[in-house]
Structure formats: structure tokens, C-alpha cells
């Protein structure tokens, strides 16, 4: 007979021997059925009685630092799992049912860290990208919808300012998808009151050269970011914006006076990954083709700095007609399809507006 925290823990491990990646508890003929998603299919891996499961839901609520006597209300929380000797991040949400609650596990996959070099379609861009990381205090803003690589490059970039230019660094994470013994990585958690307003203020007390915020996404995390970047600190964060200069209005709507922006924004990114196909061979690659080792996916960035961002402040977007003076990313996706690197349907995946 196990308990519940075994049976808890034996769930987990089987979830990431399998390759999961959604652990469920529902019930089912009175009882409780955990099934795993592998591949995109879901199979049935135990029963549990209401009873366990009812406890091994509460063991999970209180670890990811959910309200254990709220069962009527749908929750999401979040923890890390160590299994063998790796730490899992999991996104946790329960949803109340007819009979019972049920609860949904997402193991998130551990993200390796490639250099930028590798990341870009284009080494150029990444040239610029790891010259503006060598700034000492500043604002540098990464846009882009969800799956478009961010977090990806912030790790790449956070690797590379830790390794060659020795930077202290202080991460706040919301989940953390990759631990790093490099760096200081703080778990956030609204629920236990670590918001990234709270978390960016306790990390400014611990001394950092870099800061990577996960995401702003309100008007205080925004200030304290742009207070911090003022302070001699660089700051790197994540916003949901289409492109480059729509990053710029979200931190004006965030109450973000234009003369601060001026002061701390060193550069905005805006990112897509390109599935990417051989430029050379037909269809499948032959196995002497040069083009097949290279990644099947790449990040192509719209990236203003510099000059054009200075621009872009003074002058601000002049409607639908405006014409950038950089290049965007209509231009960079165009480019990799023309050289043969992208099918045309990427273009349209990205850019149909
Ligand atoms: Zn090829």
C-alpha cells in the first residue's frame, strides 16, 4: 500500500520516463483513471480510488501553491520536480467537476541552450543581438507571440553574458524551464504573494549586474524595470507584441514616461521561428548535403536599436502608412524564403495580418 506522496512522486517519475507531456486525473465509474499524453495520445497509466485520488490532488495543490480547501473554483499553480538529478518544471491547473475535481499536470520540456550563432537564421543579427548584451545598464525588450523562441534566446543570451563577459545575474521565472547552476533563478508565484513587481525588488537588493525579467506584463513590473535599468542595471524581459514598435506604445499604455524610455530602451526585438527546408536538396536531404545538418528550425529577428530606435521615439508610428526605416520582419522572413531556407507558407503563417 503506498501513500499518497509515493504515489504522487511514482506519477511524476513515470511522466517523464515515458516523455509526457500532460499528466490527467479524472474520474471515471467511480473511481479516478490518471492517463499520461505521449505523442500527442493520451494513455491510462493507474486507477485510484476517489479516495486516493482525491488526496494525491490535494498533495499537488499544496505543492504548487494552490488553495487546498477551495475545490469549487478552477485553480492554476505551478513547482519543480527533481528526477534524476533534473529538475522538471510543472504547470498545474484543477478544474471542479460533477463528482469530483480533476487535475491536469503539464511537464515542461527542459530547454538546452544553444548559442545564438545557432539560434539566428542570420549570424549578422546575432552579431548585433550579443554586441548589445555588452551594455552595463539598460532596458532590452524580446516581443513575440508565445512559441516564438523567447525564452529560448534569453537563455542563449543569458549564457553567453555569464560565460564571456561575467556578469552576475539574477533570474525571475515564471515556470523556471531551465535550471542553471550559473545563475540565480527565482520562482515566481502570484499566489504566495512573489509577484515580478516583489521579485524584481528583492533581486535589485542582491547586488546584480543582469536582470531577466520573465515577462512585463503590467504597469508596476514595467516601472520597476525602467527604475531599474536607470540604476545601472541591464534588465532583459519578454513582451506579448506583434512587433518591435508595439512594445513601445504597451510601455507608454503602462504609465512609462517617453523621456524614460528614451533614457533606459538600448533595443526591442521581435521574433519568429521559421521551420526551415533545404535550400538545396528536393525534398528529403541527401546525406552529403552540407544545409541537412543544420537545425530544422531558426529564429528570424526584427531588431531596433541604436539610431532607428532613437527615431522611432522622436517621431513615433505614423499610422498605417508609416515607413519603417528598419528592417522588419516581413523583411527577414521575405529574405529567408527568397534564399530558399523557408517554404512561402511560412510568410504567411507569420506575417498575414
Ligand atoms: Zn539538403
Redesign the pocket.
Known sequence: MYNTEQIAEELLKRAVELGASDIHIFPKNGKSLVQLRVDNKLFPIKWLTREQAERVISHFKFLSGMDIGEKRRPQNGSMNFMVREQIVGLRLSSLPAAETETLVIRLIPRKSIVPIERLALFPETARKILALMKHSHGLFIFSGPTGSGKTTTLYSLLHYAKTFIHRNIITLEDPIENVSEDVLQVQINEKAGISYSVGLKAALRHDPDIIMVGEIRDAETAKIAVRAALTGHLILSTMHTRNAAGAISRLLEFGVAHSEIQQTLIAVSAQRLLELK????EGE??PY????KRNKRASVYELLHGKELSRLLDEGVKGEEHEYTYRLLEDEINKAVALGFAREEEYDRWVYK
Request: neutral net charge; proline residues 10%; hydrophobic residues 10%.
Open positions: 533545404c535550400p538545396v536538396c536531404c541527401s548535403c552540407h544545409y541537412g
